[in-house]
């Protein structure tokens, strides 16, 4: 399948779904280094898809996929 955006790959939808779960579930957690690691954990996902998207080889790309 060719994706002409990573937007149209459903992992990277479904990771943003996921990253506002998390944002909602952790958003007033008193225990601030744990909120900023697993919030920065979750977005790192859809943000690990976009950047390996724009990478020139399809071995690159499943690197940043298996991140």
Do not use: P
Not at 18 to 38: C, L, P, W
Not at 44 to 49: K, L, M, P
Request: glycine fraction near 2%; charged fraction near 25%.
């Amino acid at each position: 399948m060719v994706f002409k955006s990573f937007e149209d790959i459903i992992a990277w939808q479904k990771a943003q779904d996921v990253a506002v779960e998390i944002y909602t579930v952790f958003g007033m957690d008193k225990d601030f280094s744990f909120r900023n690691q697993i919030c920065s954990a979750v977005v790192s996902i859809s943000n690990n898809i976009a950047e390996g998207f724009d990478r020139s080889s399809d071995a690159d790309f499943s690197r940043f996929l298996y991140m």
